[in-house]
């Protein structure tokens, strides 16, 4: 296959692309600028782009077979600090990003969308969804050490999400693990849907590591087009 991914310098991003790589696929790697990038690996092409130009994108789409979006406002990779700050100063970018994505499609509408977003939308009882509670919300922000103020970009993952769930598009959303962060490719996880996958502790947790494999096991076997997924252990 011949994938695009967009936000390819980013944690969860590098993962995908290499991921992606060695399992004998063709990937394109977006940045907002490549030019300084010098990773020359077999099989692999950088390009810059805009995410929140859907003209540009839609440039970017022929001989594509599947586009990954892991967009983030900065760069969390590099500087965390800072994508937390832009997250918090416009959350609306997130959707703003979703409709570009999908505007983009129209000119390419068998090319597959996997949006990357948050885990705050997902149910944690039957209609019961952080992102929709100042309460739930703030608790979990201080469990992950994260400025309550971030809610708002909580909120903006849920927004974008909702976008998508209007398009007729081959989108899917992915959440994942509340508890994300690198570590160990162990090669297993389980699969959810709208509420979080929990293991023996009651912990929503996954490495970015199995959550690129995911992602391109869902490139390579779609199983939720128009629909979201989640992962835990």
Request: net charge neutral.
């Given at each position: ?118 885990a705050g939308s997902l149910e944690i009882a039957p209609g019961v969804v952080r992102a929709d509670s100042d309460e739930l919300l703030h608790e979990a ?93």
């Open positions: 296959m011949h994938i695009g991914v967009i936000g390819a310098t980013g944690t969860i991003g590098s993962r995908v692309v290499s991921e992606a790589l060695d399992r004998g696929h063709r990937v394109t790697a977006f940045s907002r600028d490549a030019s300084t990038i010098g990773d020359d690996r077999e099989n692999l092409a950088w390009a810059s782009l805009d995410v929140l130009d859907p003209d540009a994108v839609a440039a970017a789409l022929p001989g594509l077979d599947v586009l990954i979006s892991g967009f983030q406002p900065g760069n969390a990779a590099k500087d965390f600090a800072d994508t937390v700050e832009r997250s918090i100063a416009d959350p609306t970018r997130y959707a703003t990003a979703a409709r570009s994505l999908l505007k983009a499609l129209e000119s390419r509408p068998r090319v597959r969308l996997i949006v990357i977003g948050g922000l201080d469990q992950l050490g994260l400025p309550r103020e971030y809610a708002a970009a909580v909120r903006g993952h849920r927004d974008a999400l909702n976008v998508l769930r209007t398009s007729n598009r081959l989108w899917t959303y992915f959440s994942p693990a509340e508890e994300i962060a690198p570590g160990e490719r162990t090669g297993r996880y389980r699969l959810g849907g709208d509420q979080p996958v929990l293991d023996a502790a009651g912990r929503s947790r996954i490495s970015v590591e199995d959550a690129a494999m995911a992602l391109v096991d869902e490139a390579e076997l779609p199983r939720f087009v128009q629909r979201r997924f989640t992962i835990g252990y």
